[in-house]
Structure formats: C-alpha cells, structure tokens
C-alpha cells in the first residue's frame, strides 16, 4: 500500500515564499523560493496576480531554490500554469528537487516534458525549437 505524502520538504532552515520575476526579450523567468505552503497563500496569490498582467512569449519556472510544499503547493502550481498558459504554450520548469518533483508529478500538476534541468537548458531547447521553425 502506497502512501502520498501531504508535505515534502528539504531542511535548509528556510521559512518563507517569495518570487522574483524578470522579462527581457519576450523571455519571461519566474523564480520561486521558499516553500510553496498554504500559509503562504497571500504571496503566491500576489505572485500570480503580477503574472497575470506580464507580456511575454516563453515562460521558464526556476524552483532551484523551493524547499518544500504541501498540498496547496497542487493548487498554487495548476494556477500558475493556467495563468502562464493564457500567454503562452511554451512553458519550462526548470531545477525541481526529486523530492518535489515526484510528489507533484505524482499529483499530475507536472509533465515530464516541461522539466529541465537548470534555466540555460530550457533556453537551448525553446531557442533551438524557434529557430527551425523559423529556417
């Protein structure tokens, strides 16, 4: 009988959420930190209020450093999808720890072929991809 954990975390003595998003060249890069929690909600709400109204054309998630997340992690990963979808098809994700991977994969949150490995191997595949089918 298999077991799905609620709650995945990484100790590194982190106790926050935040996000830096940068934009440049129609590139859009969102960096989430901390842990992806329910009582953080506030911020992930203010995190995808702010994407909503941002231009761009490739989306990379980078949650190199995202230490842990629970349930509400589901939820606040699914919204953010559909928010960065409504501008875009090209989506990454890049730099998710195992532990954090397999519990939203296993929630179907993720797809195998959105993850990479680090934000300068999503920028080689969509770069590679745009430029071939613009030849």
Same mark, same amino acid.
Request: proline content about 1%.
């Given at each position: 009988m298999?077991?799905? $954990?609620?709650t *995945?975390s990484v +100790?590194?003595?982190s +106790?926050i959420?935040q996000y830096?998003?940068?934009e440049?060249n129609?590139v859009? *890069?969102v960096?989430?930190i901390?842990?992806m929690?329910?009582?953080?909600e506030?911020? !992930?709400? =203010?995190?995808?209020?702010e994407l909503d $109204? #941002?231009?761009?054309? &490739?989306a990379?998630?980078?949650m190199?450093?995202v230490s842990?997340?629970?349930?509400y992690?589901i939820?606040f !990963? @699914?919204?953010?999808k559909k *928010?960065?979808r =409504?501008k875009? %098809?090209?989506?990454?994700?890049?730099g998710v720890?195992?532990?954090?991977?397999d519990? &939203?994969l296993a929630?179907? *949150? &993720?797809?195998? #072929?959105e993850?990479?490995?680090?934000v =300068?191997?999503?920028l080689?595949r969509? %770069?590679? #991809?745009?430029?071939k089918? @613009?030849?």
């Amino acid at each position: 009988m298999s077991k799905v $954990t609620d709650t *995945v975390s990484v +100790d590194d003595g982190s +106790d926050i959420f935040q996000y830096l998003i940068a934009e440049k060249n129609k590139v859009l *890069v969102v960096t989430l930190i901390g842990i992806m929690g329910a009582r953080f909600e506030v911020e !992930m709400l =203010k995190c995808l209020r702010e994407l909503d $109204t #941002t231009d761009f054309g &490739l989306a990379i998630v980078n949650m190199r450093d995202v230490s842990g997340c629970d349930n509400y992690a589901i939820n606040f !990963m @699914a919204q953010l999808k559909k *928010v960065l979808r =409504k501008k875009s %098809t090209d989506i990454a994700i890049c730099g998710v720890r195992p532990s954090i991977k397999d519990f &939203l994969l296993a929630q179907g *949150v &993720l797809s195998k #072929t959105e993850i990479f490995n680090n934000v =300068k191997d999503a920028l080689l595949r969509y %770069t590679s #991809t745009s430029n071939k089918s @613009a030849a």
